[in-house]
């Protein structure tokens, strides 16, 4: 039985030297009864960020002995996968966030609208940021105590550093942004419309830019198209033949992560839709007139005039996610590590979610060879039949991503790949064993940075804590895991349901699990269908097709409030 909550006491500090005002959330945790009646302080679990990671957790966290209490800056979650289609007004923004407020009072968690700035892993605090200056009295700032902390921020556009990114291109990822790409090409319309202007500078202003050929560059390229031809064309029939949309990747081709056949399509598509797709051009700098790019085989680096760049080349870590990595050793890393249990390495009691770390695969290829190892008992140095057969049963079964990645490559299992290292050998030496698995270590990918990977391992997490006391006594899994530096359950399990690729005019690639493929108008009523059923509530999903419904009769809204 949980106590009501006790009313929280924040403590006022002052800062040396500043003056500045700072408000300490060191309030004493709430507390439980157990069992037996006795009466026992409740572990408090922060968590950082309302997206797609941390709202999983949440709505299927479950355990009243804990104290959770939830940051983050924005006080909504974000239905991304349907941000391109805010770009042009085919969904409107409120249409697909879902207030979390709700959330919170439903399950009892408490919310603070602000910002991680730095996580103190040593004292088990964080210094946290508010939006609104005048909410603190003065100050912005606050510091929270953790006994847990699960940290759920996603990350940030990736620019490679390169120069005028930051300043002239715009991104997609927040809600903020795809009104901004909203308003920013109905206003380039209404600029290229003004009187007096020459054709040049018409051209100018009507060429769109997309930098990056993944998914998210591909859609919006296509919901711009279908804009100009659907929409534009009617509305602004004299600047109409002044449009471009230019689509510039760095690689050989746009959708690298998608089946060869979606690929080829989408490039075809693009072609005959009139999008221009420049591959092997990477963008070396942008000003606020021109974007510079330089081609791969060439090397020549060509200007052109743009009206406005979206930039989507990929992700990169927060700072507070950097800053926190240099404290805990992890400095030299990219993306912050954590194990098979989404717990950070080298630190005590915080896990991490989504886009902002990955499972450290060197330490599952450690693993994998000590299990051959174990099997071998370190005598002969090779493995026979039986023995052989166990430690695949054992790989397979702790490390899913080998099972993936094995599947991928279409080899039923790992045995099929030891035995294109081994030949016809019937006994397998560990340097062949080695060998084989570092072909799996180059080529095997981390998990891709998805909201079907961000929300399963929230909802892995959050059951993980909804049986912590059962399992304390009774670990989950097989005995020969559970080991030192094992975790009481299972190791999170990712399963992948397939992946769309909207390609416009009502035509999407979809491929699904099982090798399977298919591009047309039939993927995208399977994409209508997929993404309402995915949308977090009623609310969201009936403003959602309704919208829809809205652009098939009415068209799309070109006013750029
Ligand atoms: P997010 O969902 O980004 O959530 C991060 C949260 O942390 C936010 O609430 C943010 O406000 C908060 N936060 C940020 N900084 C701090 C801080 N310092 N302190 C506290 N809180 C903080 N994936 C798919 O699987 N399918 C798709 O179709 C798809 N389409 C996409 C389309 C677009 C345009 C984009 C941008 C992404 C798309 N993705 C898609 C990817 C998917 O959105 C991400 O993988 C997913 O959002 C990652 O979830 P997350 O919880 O890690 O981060």
């Given at each position: ?17 500043g ?58 979650f ?22 979390i ?6 399950k009892?968690?408490?919310?603070t ?12 605090k ?12 003065g100050t ?36 903020d ?21 020459t ?5 100018k ?8 050929g ?44 998608f ?11 693009f ?8 591959t092997?051009?990477?963008v070396?700098g ?77 330490r ?13 008992k370190g ?7 039986k ?15 080998v ?15 030891l ?43 959050a ?8 399992c ?8 020969r895991?559970r ?46 269908s ?13 403003l ?6 809205r ?8 006013s750029?409030?």
């Open positions: 039985k949980a106590y009501p909550s006790a009313s929280k006491l924040l403590l006022l500090s002052t800062c040396s030297g003056g500045l005002l700072m408000y300490s959330d060191s309030s004493p945790s709430k507390r439980t009864l157990t069992a037996d009646g006795q009466e026992i302080k409740k572990k408090k679990v922060v968590v950082l960020g309302s997206g797609w990671s941390g709202y999983s957790f949440l709505s299927h966290f479950n355990n009243p002995n804990y104290d959770v209490q939830v940051v983050s800056p924005r006080n909504f974000l239905f991304t996968p349907l941000l391109p289609s805010v770009t042009n007004g085919t969904v409107e923004a409120r249409s697909i966030v879902e207030p407020r709700g959330l919170m009072r439903k009892g968690f408490e919310y609208e602000a910002e991680c700035v730095k996580i103190d892993p040593s004292n088990k964080i210094h946290c940021k508010s939006k609104d200056s005048t909410s603190l009295k912005t700032e606050f510091d929270m105590d953790y006994d847990i902390l699960v940290i759920a921020v996603g990350a940030k556009p990736n620019t490679f550093n390169t120069p005028g990114v930051e300043e002239h291109a715009h991104f997609l990822k927040e809600a942004d795809a009104l901004k790409i909203r308003r920013s090409v109905i206003n380039c319309f209404e600029r290229a419309s003004l009187p007096d202007l054709e040049e500078e018409r051209k202003i009507l060429h769109f830019v997309v930098v990056g993944g998914p998210t560059g591909v859609e919006f390229s296509a919901e711009l198209h279908d804009f100009l031809v659907e929409d534009v064309a009617k509305i602004y029939p004299k600047v109409q033949e002044f449009t471009r949309i230019t689509l510039l990747e760095a690689g050989d081709h746009i959708l690298n992560m089946d060869k056949r979606i690929t080829a399509f989408a490039e075809e598509k072609q005959r839709d009139g999008i221009d797709l420049k092997k051009s990477m070396v942008v000003t606020a007139d021109e974007i510079s790019t330089k081609e791969r085989g060439s090397g020549e680096v060509v200007s052109e005039p743009y009206g406005m760049v979206v930039w989507s080349t990929g992700i990169g870590s927060r700072p507070v996610i950097k800053d926190f990595m240099q404290q805990i050793g992890q400095g030299q890393r990219r993306v912050l590590a954590t194990d098979e249990w989404l717990r950070v390495e080298g630190c005590d009691s915080v896990y991490a979610l989504g886009d902002t770390a990955t499972i450290n695969q060197r599952v290829m450690e693993d994998i060879a000590a299990i051959f190892g174990k099997a071998d005598e002969t140095g090779t493995l026979n039949k023995e052989f057969k166990s430690v695949v049963k054992d790989i397979c079964q702790r490390y899913p991503q099972e993936l990645y094995l599947k991928k490559k279409k080899l039923r299992n790992i045995a099929n790949l035995k294109s290292a081994n030949g016809d050998n019937t006994e397998l030496s560990i340097e062949t064993f080695k060998q084989a698995l570092s072909e799996v270590d180059t080529q095997m990918k981390n998990l891709p940075a998805t909201a079907q990977v961000a929300s399963q391992q929230g909802k892995y997490l059951k993980c804590f909804n049986k912590m006391e059962k304390e006594n009774k670990p989950e899994g097989p005995l895991f080991g030192e530096g094992r975790h009481r359950f299972q190791p999170f399990r990712y399963r992948h349901f397939g992946s769309f690729a909207p390609l416009g005019r009502e035509q999407t690639a979809a491929e699904l699990p099982g090798d399977w493929v298919s591009i047309g108008h039939s993927s995208q009523w399977l994409w209508y997929v993404y309402a059923s995915k949308l977090v509530s009623w609310r969201t999903r009936s959602v097709v309704s919208d829809w419904v652009r098939f009769i009415f068209g799309r809204d070109s750029s409030i």
